[in-house]
């Protein structure tokens, strides 16, 4: 009984509405990334060092904001009190 209770408990993380808005969140930030490259690839030619130097840690910011959502979303949840070994 408890075996199922937990597993009910673990599958029913993935129907909240906050990590279908998760989901929903990062594909929006793939479109983004998707824009922000084509718009730096474009200005690169006429851009100013500084000018890279930003776009490219733009895109350092956009990678660890993605890796944030799926670590957010996907982590694996353990019930009860977390083990020391």
Known sequence: MLRRADAI???SRWLTPMLF??????????????????????????????DVIVGV???????????????TGFRAPEPGPMRLD
């Open 57 to 71: 840690l733009t895109l350092a910011t956009f990678a660890l904001t993605g890796h944030l959502v799926l670590i």
């Open 21 to 50: 808005g998760l989901v929903i969140s990062l594909g929006i930030l793939v479109c983004e990334v998707a824009i922000y490259v084509w718009e730096l690839i474009v200005t690169l030619p006429s851009a100013k060092d500084s």
């Open 9 to 11: 408990i673990a599958f």
